[in-house]
């Protein structure tokens, strides 16, 4: 069963434009929340994070937006450039854990 | 500079051949585990090793193998590969901490059992 999903396989976005990734848990014992990058024949490369006890946290042209009632996790882009172009991947931790649980990732295509 | 350093990054091998993927990290950090990446399952975690000689099972162990027996080491043995564990593999490292859970990530084995 799946705890983590990201229901978008792929998006695509223009340049300069916002770009809005999405992730689903179903677990409430989930206290922390990341994002990371990949890009192709590398390793996924952290990019942000939020405590469960926090619903913002920006870093640059990074926002990740939790809605704990939704059970819901969001990482804006804005300004979206070319080199955002990549695998992004959502990650869960449970309570108490080291353990993370990833969603299945969305391929992020940014056209110029 | 600090990284996860795994080998082979590629590797074809037979059904039943015993292979070990190495893993090495230079961050001192006590947790290290291991991920298989398919497509539409995301990563999903084999083993995982809280310091050394403590090792875990993750959520798909069948079929592998680990050992950390020093900090900066956690190689992933297939006794047996079979063609179902043909897949990317991905070793991670971090800091056991309350707060930051920041894993750092090899660059990936793709592993292909025939």
């Known amino acids: 069963d799946q705890q983590v999903k990201q229901n978008s396989p792929s998006l695509s976005v223009q340049e300069g434009r916002i770009s809005i990734l999405n992730c689903d848990y179903t677990n409430s014992m989930f206290d922390y929340f990341l994002w990371y990058k990949k890009y192709p024949a590398e390793g996924p490369t952290f990019l942000i994070s939020i405590s469960s006890i926090k619903d913002k946290n920006e870093d640059g042209r990074f926002t990740v937006f939790l809605n704990k009632s939704a059970k819901h996790l969001s990482l804006h882009i804005v300004p979206s450039q070319p080199g955002d172009s990549a695998v992004y991947f959502c990650a869960v931790r449970i309570q108490g854990a080291q353990k993370l649980v990833f969603g299945q990732g969305t391929r992020l295509t940014i056209n110029p | 500079e600090a990284q996860v350093t795994q080998n082979p990054r590629y590797l074809i091998t037979v059904t039943g051949k015993k292979l070990t993927v190495t893993c090495s990290q230079n961050?001192?950090?006590?947790?290290m585990s291991w991920y298989r990446q398919d497509p539409g399952l995301g990563l999903r975690q084999i083993y995982y090793?809280?310091?050394?000689?403590?090792?875990d099972k993750g959520d798909v162990p069948e079929g592998y193998k680990v050992s950390r027996k020093e900090k900066r080491n956690f190689p992933l043995i297939l006794e047996s590969p079979s063609p179902n564990q043909t897949s990317l593999y991905f070793c991670a490292s971090s800091r056991i901490n309350t707060v930051n859970t920041e894993a750092f990530f090899g660059q990936g084995t793709r592993l292909t059992v025939v």
């Open positions: 961050m001192n950090h006590e947790y």
């Open positions: 090793s809280m310091n050394v000689e403590v090792t």
